[in-house]
């Protein structure tokens, strides 16, 4: 049984998914701006919802920080850069997979 967890690289603006501790997937992200930073530190997803509305695209996957996560976006041009309010942005079809390989509780590390 896979144990994954996450790690999302702000320098890089990628989210890794790693089963134990090889990396199993990388997917390309969107960051918080330079005022609303992505917030570096160790976070847990507590909640997960397709379908959100608004926004946040395809997925929402809340992190134990509360008003962030790691979410789907109506504007795709946006992934590679500094455009979020703090959260994390994925393409839809990768935010969807990513929420259909881990469980709630899953360990997010945002590094910077």
Request: net charge neutral; with cysteine.
């Amino acid at each position: 049984m896979p144990r994954y967890r996450i790690i999302v690289d702000l320098s890089d603006r990628q989210l890794y998914l790693l089963d134990e501790n090889t990396v199993v997937r990388g997917f390309p992200v969107g960051i918080g701006k330079m005022l609303t930073a992505t917030p570096v530190g160790e976070y847990t997803i507590i909640n997960k919802q397709p379908n959100p509305g608004g926004p946040f695209g395809a997925y929402w996957m809340g992190l134990s920080k509360p008003h962030y996560g790691i979410h789907g976006t109506n504007d795709p041009s946006s992934i590679g850069h500094e455009v979020s309010k703090g959260c994390v942005r994925m393409y839809n079809e990768d935010v969807v997979e990513l929420a259909s390989l881990v469980p709630i509780g899953t360990k997010v590390t945002i590094r910077p």
